[in-house]
């Protein structure tokens, strides 16, 4: 089975330009989490879906954040307008449905770097 | 609130030696407990879980952790390093549900030779 995937892996990009960071989710899985990881801070929820609703957008920074999911198969992140201090490693994480013992499966991560 | 402290920000172990990272966790209730190994520009992998029963659990790569809930910890332990052990850990803690895992710090790990 394909664990879940994230694009980009990484990025680059100049200040103020809009930022957007996709996640697919393993198959079957119902809980979509989006963390950001820093060396000052760790990582850090930003905001959790189940089933393609927004539960908990606490940790979402600023306005300049926003995070969709359409489908159970897709989420987004995407920051508009980026500055140097989102300059982070985002991943994505998923957690299956009923029965599971709360473990959490991440992507690789998207590096994003902002000029 | 939950939350997850690992006082150590740094260890270094010479290969063959024995291993403990700490973790100590702040929860009400019965907490899941977790072990994740980061590698560099990797993502989290999951080393092992404590969710109930045998407080003593066995994870991968020789791996194990030890649930205290009378000193609210949970430490990983590993026999005998390898080289291949050098990481990133994060230990981290969840409630019952579809509830977000809180991460600590996470604990750097050197091997030398």
């Known amino acids: 089975d394909a664990g879940v995937i994230q694009s980009p892996r990484h990025e680059v990009t100049e200040m103020g330009q809009e930022v957007t960071l996709r996640c697919k989710p393993i198959s079957g899985h119902n809980s979509l989490f989006w963390y950001r990881q820093t060396m000052m801070r760790g990582l850090e929820l930003l905001i959790y879906?189940?089933?393609?609703?927004?539960?908990?957008d606490s940790g979402m920074p600023e306005d300049r954040f926003s995070a969709k999911m359409p489908n159970a198969s897709f989420s987004t992140l995407k920051i508009q307008p980026s500055e140097p201090r989102d300059s982070a490693v985002y991943f994505c994480?998923?957690?299956?449905?009923?029965?599971?013992?709360?473990?959490?499966?991440f992507g690789e991560g998207s590096r994003l770097t902002v000029l | 609130a939950q939350s997850v402290t690992q006082p150590d920000i740094h260890i270094t172990v010479s290969e063959g030696a024995s291993l403990e990272l700490r973790c100590n966790y702040s929860?009400?209730?019965?907490?899941?407990l977790f072990w994740y190994v980061q590698s560099p520009g990797q993502g989290l992998q999951l080393l092992l879980k404590y969710f109930s029963g045998d407080t003593l659990v066995q994870g991968i790569k020789g791996f194990e952790a030890e649930f205290k809930r009378s000193q609210s910890s949970f430490n990983l332990r590993k026999p005998s390093v390898h080289w291949s052990d050098a990481a990133e850990y994060f230990c981290?803690?969840?409630?019952?549900?579809?509830?977000?895992?809180?991460f600590g710090k996470g604990t750097r790990l050197s091997v030398i030779a």
């Open positions: 879906f189940n089933n393609n609703v927004p539960i908990d």
């Open positions: 994480a998923s957690r299956g449905a009923g029965g599971h013992t709360g473990e959490l499966f």
């Open positions: 929860y009400g209730a019965t907490p899941y």
């Open positions: 981290a803690v969840g409630a019952q549900g579809n509830t977000p895992l809180v």
